[in-house]
């Protein structure tokens, strides 16, 4: 994955897809994230258009506390979320990207939400470093 600035990486050489996987859901879970939902993109990729791409998921991870109080200051911030997180299969390992929630909320422009994309973005930070 090539760095942009609405995003931070992560990458774990010698570690396998599917133990990439395990960890960032252990280290989300460590921050009070759950994975509300799964994308398995190669698959969906293989029986939509019949085209092979290389292992690749999006999780989306929720942290309800936070979800609550960004959706208590405005209910549109539902359509920015959950946090997505990707793992991806790399020559040399696996490789993971966490959706910077300061940027995903920027479009909110919303000052009661900033304080809750901050915290969301430190929490997603301990878990990205503990990978």
Same mark, same amino acid.
């Given at each position: 994955m090539k760095e942009v600035s609405y995003a931070f990486h992560r990458a774990l050489p010698g570690t396998s897809y599917d133990e990439a996987i395990l960890r960032v859901e252990s280290a989300l879970k460590d921050q009070g994230f759950g994975i509300l939902t799964r994308i398995d993109v190669r698959q969906t990729l /293989? !029986?939509? %258009? +019949?085209? +092979?791409? /290389?292992?690749? %998921? %999006?999780?989306?991870?929720?942290?309800?506390?936070?979800?609550? /109080?960004?959706?208590?200051?405005? +209910?549109?911030?539902?359509?920015?979320?959950?946090c997505n997180v990707v793992v991806a299969e790399? !020559? +040399?390992?696996? @490789?993971?990207?966490?959706?910077?929630?300061?940027?995903?909320? !920027? %479009?909110? !422009?919303?000052? @009661?939400? /900033?304080p809750v994309a901050d915290e969301a973005e430190e929490l997603l930070r301990r878990a990205c470093a503990a990978l």
């Open positions: /293989r !029986d939509k %258009i +019949d085209v +092979d791409f /290389r292992p690749y %998921i %999006i999780l989306g991870a929720c942290n309800p506390g936070l979800a609550h /109080r960004a959706l208590s200051a405005d +209910d549109n911030v539902g359509l920015l979320l959950p790399t !020559d +040399d390992g696996a @490789e993971v990207g966490f959706a910077n929630p300061k940027s995903m909320l !920027d %479009i909110a !422009d919303s000052p @009661e939400v /900033r």
